[in-house]
């Protein structure tokens, strides 16, 4: 059973973003393209799954976590993970 209750939109939306960087990607292998654009594609990727990564970790910990907890404390712990999957 799903635990998301937020926008599941949302992180559709991001998933099939990632899709399609995934697929330009395996089509840039079969191209021949130079290795640094190769390159630039796989960071874009990682940066869209830690993106992904971040929004799913952020709506976990004010789903399970939040109670008994201030809106500051929460928003406390998830500006540092926003920084640290930077």
């Known amino acids: 059973m799903s635990h998301f209750h937020g926008d599941k939109n949302k992180l559709t939306a991001r998933i099939r ?5 995934a697929n330009a990607l395996e089509e840039a292998l079969d191209q021949d393209i130079e290795c640094m ?3 630039q594609q796989i ?3 990682h940066g869209a799954v830690n993106g992904l990564m ?3 970790i952020q709506q976990h910990i004010r789903e399970h976590l939040g109670h ?3 809106q500051q404390e929460l928003e406390d712990v998830l500006s540092v993970i926003k920084k ?3």
Request: glycine share 10%; charged share 25%; net charge positive.
């Open 17 to 21: 973003r990632i899709k399609g960087q």
């Open 37 to 39: 654009k190769f390159l």
């Open 43 to 45: 960071a874009a990727i």
């Open 54 to 56: 971040n929004e799913v």
């Open 68 to 70: 008994g907890n201030t």
């Open 84 to 86: 640290y999957m930077k």
